[in-house]
């Protein structure tokens, strides 16, 4: 395994070390981590605090990426594998679509390895994006499409701001996309903690700047009420929210 102390290049292989999938990265994304389990002293003079009497936090500059999954792995992963999302149309934020296998994988969760296979990865859209070039390290290039695949998708992949908080050994991580009057979330829950314990409910507070506020609440999250063991001690999901306005809150 290679050293982790830097970010990796594009197109290396690697085992995501929370799921479990082989994947590719495609490309990396510096995104500010807001972790409020190392939250700053809150000082009465500071007016930069987080509202709703949550603890100060500060963003860090941490790397992300984007990735592709081997298709072999999704159907045993707690991960949903559509967690990537497209607007149809650029000027319709209704029309959405999703490609299989896509994902954003944090730094300290990538396991860097290497094959001699010239696909080792079976998605879709691998050799589409990518060709072997066996004088390079790692020994991918990019094709055209995937440039022109990027620059085309740049406002719906490009993740800007990481929030992360533990409460009773239950580490929650949201990364939230702005997608034009509506709003993608990543959502990855990890159970830090000897108990064993299962996702029932879900309760959502979402405001709005056009001044509404809308309360969701029901069993499970996307149809699941996944357990987190030691033995399986994450899930991952995604979903939308429409706002009125550009911009609002979500508790």
């Known amino acids: 395994y290679q050293s982790l102390d830097v970010a990796l290049q594009p197109y ?17 994304w510096q995104a500010r981590l807001y972790d409020r389990d190392v939250a700053s002293p809150v000082s009465e003079k500071t007016e930069t605090s987080a509202a709703h009497g949550s603890k100060e936090v500060k963003g860090k500059t941490h790397t992300y990426y984007q990735v592709l999954i081997d298709a072999r792995d999704c159907p045993h992963i707690r991960s949903q594998t559509e967690a990537v999302t497209f607007l149809a149309n650029h000027d319709d934020s209704r ?9 954003y994988v944090s730094h300290e969760d990538i396991l860097p390895y290497n094959s001699t296979d010239q696909v080792p990865i079976q998605h879709e859209l691998f050799e589409r994006f990518l060709s072997y ?3 390079r390290v790692p020994p991918f290039i990019a094709r055209e499409t995937l440039r022109a695949w990027q620059e085309k998708n740049h406002p719906w992949l490009e993740l800007s701001d990481v929030h992360r908080e533990t409460t009773e ?11 034009g009057m509506r709003w ?5 829950l990890e159970n830090l903690g000897a108990e064993v314990v299962q996702l029932r409910e879900r309760h959502w507070r979402i405001f709005s700047l056009s001044g509404t506020l809308e ?3 029901g069993r499970g999250v996307v149809g699941r009420e996944p357990v987190l063991s030691k033995e399986q001690p994450a899930f991952q999901y995604s979903s939308h929210v429409s706002l009125q306005a550009s911009s609002g809150h979500m508790w």
Do not use: E, K, N, W
């Open 12 to 28: 290396q292989l690697f085992l995501h070390s929370v799921f479990g999938y082989r994947g590719i990265v495609l490309f990396p």
């Open 95 to 103: 029309a959405l679509y999703a490609i299989p296998g896509l994902d």
């Open 133 to 135: 070039d066996q004088t």
């Open 169 to 179: 050994h239950i580490r929650v991580t949201v990364i939230p996309f702005y997608m």
């Open 184 to 188: 993608r979330y990543c959502i990855r």
């Open 215 to 217: 309360t969701v609440r």
